[in-house]
């Protein structure tokens, strides 16, 4: 399958400062990329998609002034937490795809706020 | 709202015994349909995809499609202690993918 990377896996960041996780296509055209977010034991929830060189699509009830999300390539994707508080702690995950589906997954990135 | 349904679990079977999970979908103009398996503290892999109706196979893994019942499956054969983890069921119609909450399995040594 495609390789999808993430960026970093695990951060720790104090609350009020911003973080930014990097999702990489490594082996594909990414025309559409997704960002996740998943509590522990349970299910995946929607946050975003991107398509390359538009603006992000959000799910309902995702602040899109607080997790900006930036698709410049077709290989990177960006997803930046601003002003992160301790409930913005979660597993982040971007997923990707070309033109055609399935969707591949990153590893996720760790976020902890103090 | 377009669901996605599985049995959250846990489902167990012994080692070696054919594993069953099972995922009704509501949009009944679904074209694609997905099985990722996610172990605890990782991110979702993709094992199977199937387009039409009948069954695919890959290996331990077959993929069951019934698109008149909205039913898709996953039987996994000789269960592995490794294959315990979360299956997610993924079904497109349209432009969105939605995921079902995922059923865990857990394969008794």
């Known amino acids: 399958g495609a390789v999808v990377s993430q960026h970093p896996s695990r951060v720790i960041c104090k609350s009020g400062t911003s973080v930014k996780i990097e999702c990489r296509s490594l082996d594909f055209q990414a025309t559409t990329m997704f960002w996740y977010r998943q509590f522990p034991k349970q299910s995946l929830m929607l946050m975003a998609t991107s398509n390359e060189g538009s603006k992000a699509t959000y799910e309902q009830g995702v602040e899109k002034d607080k997790f900006l999300i930036n698709h410049a390539s077709l290989t990177l994707s960006t997803l930046t937490v601003t002003s992160a508080h301790p409930e913005d702690s979660s597993f982040y995950i971007c997923s990707a795809r070309d033109q055609a589906d399935p969707q591949f997954f990153g590893p996720g990135t760790r976020l902890t706020v103090l | 709202q377009k669901e996605v349904e599985q049995n959250s679990g846990p489902l167990s079977v012994p080692e070696g015994a054919i594993a069953s999970l099972n995922c009704t979908y509501s949009d009944r103009g679904s074209q694609s349909f997905f099985w990722y398996r996610q172990y605890s503290g990782k991110s979702p892999e993709l094992i199977m995809f199937?387009?039409?109706?009948g069954d695919k196979e890959d290996g331990r893994f077959t993929a069951q499609l019934n698109k008149a019942s909205q039913y898709v499956s996953l039987l996994i054969r000789d269960s592995q202690p490794s294959d315990s983890a979360t299956y997610l069921c993924a079904v497109k119609g349209g432009f969105k993918t939605i995921f079902g909450a995922g059923t865990r399995l857990f394969v008794k040594a």
């Open positions: 199937i387009y039409s109706n």
